[in-house]
Structures are given as structure tokens and as C-alpha cells.
């Protein structure tokens, strides 16, 4: 059986407004390249909180991707000078994600980008509700897979570097599949 070239385009988006499509669309997902260091010179993939936390309304050329002291981030953090004005870079773990959105804004930060704990995960994005509190948050909160975070620490620590330099958000809707520049550990 042919499809004609209008009834194949009916056929697509029918498909995109399926439900069971849903995780695949693209405006789900926000993109983020790190610039530097070099060696994890990659677009990255990060999912929104999906009931609390700001919208990305602002694209950011270069801004520092700072890893969060405690990791964790449920309460004061060591390095939250260096937070302010930036993106954190925070672990799952310790407290509701709500908890760490909240200090992160606390100590003046753009966004925060929450990783799964789990150093292995690089197929599945953990979902980030909002606690049962009645409390909010501003602050952009995007989730990570645990192996794009264990990647980026461990090339930090490797150059000895305090943050990565990112640009976010990136509109891959114009970059040719084969020029992403994905991880090669990532699954696509």
C-alpha cells in the first residue's frame, strides 16, 4: 500500500498526537552543549520538572554549569558564591527536588539541573514532581540521566576546572542528525 504525500503527513502527525508518542516530542526535552572542557564537547538532553519550577525564556551563550558542594544541595551550599548567576548541577538524593530548586534560587541561580544518583543510568530520565508542599519555585529545574552527570564531574575533576561552561538552550531542530554531537554513550 502507497501513501500518497498528503496522506502520509496525516499519518505522521496522527501519530504525534497519539499518546503513547508522548515522550518523544521534541518541545519535552530541553538541549544544552558543553563548550568546555573539550572532551564532553556534547549536546545534552534534560527534561523540565513537571510541576514546579520557571520556564527557560532566556538562551545563555555561555554560562558556567557549577557541580553543587554538597552534591545533594538540601541545605546551605559551600560553593554558592560561585552558584550565583549560573546553573547548578545537583544529585537526586536527600531531599525532594522542589528542596534543592529552592536552594539553588536561594543562592541567586539561574536554573538547576538535577541527575539521577545512579552513575550507570544512561536510558532512563527520572520524573521530577513537585513535594506535597505548598511551596514553589522560579528557577528553571531540568532532570539528567545519572551517566551525563558522572561524565561531566568526572571531566571537571579530571582538568581540575571548578565548572563547565554551557550554552543553553540549543535549538536542535536545524542541526542534521549526524552533526548532534550527542554522547556516545547516549542511546538515539
Known amino acids: 500500500m502507497l501513501f500518497s504525500a498528503g496522506s502520509w503527513l496525516r499519518f505522521v502527525l496522527c501519530l504525534c498526537a497519539c499518546p ?8 519535552e526535552y530541553l538541549y544544552f552543549q558543553v563548550l568546555s572542557p573539550g572532551d564532553i564537547r556534547y ?28 552534591p ?5 551550599l559551600h560553593n ?8 547548578a548541577l545537583v544529585e537526586r538524593g ?3 527536588f522542589l528542596s ?7 543562592h541567586g541561580g539561574r536554573a538547576v539541573i538535577i541527575a539521577d544518583n545512579a552513575y550507570d543510568n544512561d536510558s532512563f530520565y527520572v520524573e521530577m514532581i513537585q513535594d506535597s508542599t505548598k511551596r514553589t519555585a522560579d528557577t528553571g529545574a531540568e ?14 575533576e579530571q582538568h581540575g576546572l571548578p565548572w563547565a561552561v554551557i550554552s543553553i538552550p540549543v535549538n536542535v531542530t536545524s542541526i542534521p542528525t549526524y552533526e548532534m554531537m550527542q554522547p556516545p554513550w547516549t542511546f538515539w
Open 20 to 27: 503513547f508518542a508522548d515522550g518523544l516530542r521534541v518541545h
Open 43 to 70: 549536546i545534552f538532553t534534560a527534561t523540565p520538572a513537571k510541576d514546579f519550577g520557571g520556564v527557560f525564556n532566556t538562551r545563555y551563550e555561555q554560562i558556567h554549569l557549577v557541580p553543587a558542594d554538597p
Open 94 to 96: 536527600g531531599c525532594s
Open 80 to 87: 554558592g558564591v560561585f552558584i550565583q548567576d549560573q546553573i
Open 143 to 156: 532532570g539528567l540521566m545519572g551517566r551525563a552527570k558522572y561524565m561531566i564531574r568526572r571531566s571537571l
Open 72 to 76: 545533594e544541595a538540601c541545605g546551605e
Open 100 to 106: 534543592k530548586t529552592r536552594v539553588v534560587q536561594e
